[in-house]
């Protein structure tokens, strides 16, 4: 018999999606992109508010179908697979409840009031349903139908295409990586 799966896991499980839908995007920006396409997009992304606002969508609306697509698909996203939970969907895994789930867990994750009233609410809830679960008739399970490491895998793949992007990148992002090394006197040559 499934069990739900605990709050905290499912708030990591969150976290990890989004570390991985970023390193994703970013892998494939790596992939289209020479570097002075990437430095002309975000020198121009980072000077200009409204375009950054732009760009901000973008990754709401792909964060969006793909949560959609993994979910109709595998009934989990990787973030849930490596934290070995599953959504459970009582009314059929349709394409429509799928739509429903991922649009309002869009609005609870990107509206801070609403993402914490939801929160707390599936926390003192003895079903552990949030608001977007609720209105589509689902729950998040601590048991998974696809082994554990693929999700685990998917997961490292982009963290490490983000990591791998923000080093490559880092001038252009406006990171100084400086660690403040070379006031030890053993790094002097």
Same mark, same amino acid.
């Not at 839908?21 to 992109?33: D, H, K, S």
């Not at 409204?50 to 697509?69: G, H, Q, R």
């Not at 934290?83 to 349709?94: K, R, Y």
């Given at each position: 018999?499934?069990?739900?799966? #605990?709050?905290?896991?499912? *708030?990591?499980?969150?976290?990890?999606?989004?570390?991985?839908?970023?390193?994703?995007?970013?892998? *494939?920006?790596? /992939?289209?992109?020479?570097?002075?396409?990437?430095?002309?997009?975000?020198?121009?992304? *980072?000077?200009?508010?409204?375009?950054?606002? &732009?760009?901000?969508?973008?990754?709401? /609306?792909? !964060?969006?179908?793909?949560?959609?697509?993994?979910?109709?698909?595998?009934?989990?996203? %990787?973030?849930?697979?490596?934290?070995?939970?599953?959504?459970?969907?009582? =009314?059929?895994? @349709? =394409?429509? !409840?799928?739509?429903?789930? @991922?649009?309002? &867990?869009?609005?609870?994750?990107?509206?801070?009031?609403?993402?914490?009233? #939801? !929160?707390?609410?599936? @926390?003192?809830?003895?079903?552990?349903? @949030?608001?977007?679960?609720?209105?589509? &008739?689902?729950? /998040?399970?601590?048991?998974?139908?696809? %082994?554990?490491?693929?999700?685990?895998? /998917?997961?490292?793949?982009?963290?490490?295409?983000?990591?791998?992007?923000?080093?490559?990148?880092? #001038?252009?992002?406006?990171?100084? %990586?400086?660690?403040?090394?070379?006031?030890? &006197?053993?790094?002097?040559?």
């Amino acid at each position: 018999m499934n069990t739900n799966a #605990s709050m905290f896991d499912r *708030l990591f499980a969150v976290f990890l999606d989004l570390l991985t839908f970023i390193g994703c995007a970013c892998g *494939l920006l790596m /992939v289209l992109m020479d570097e002075s396409e990437i430095a002309n997009v975000f020198n121009h992304e *980072l000077r200009i508010r409204d375009n950054l606002i &732009k760009t901000l969508i973008i990754a709401v /609306v792909i !964060y969006f179908v793909l949560d959609i697509f993994l979910t109709r698909i595998f009934a989990t996203t %990787p973030g849930k697979l490596s934290m070995n939970c599953d959504v459970d969907f009582h =009314m059929g895994n @349709s =394409m429509i !409840y799928c739509i429903i789930r @991922s649009f309002f &867990k869009i609005i609870c994750l990107f509206t801070v009031i609403l993402g914490l009233a #939801s !929160y707390i609410f599936a @926390s003192n809830n003895i079903d552990s349903r @949030s608001f977007h679960d609720l209105i589509a &008739k689902t729950n /998040v399970t601590n048991t998974t139908r696809i %082994p554990r490491v693929v999700g685990v895998l /998917v997961v490292l793949i982009g963290i490490s295409l983000l990591i791998v992007f923000v080093v490559r990148y880092h #001038s252009i992002l406006g990171i100084n %990586p400086s660690l403040g090394l070379s006031n030890f &006197k053993i790094f002097e040559f």
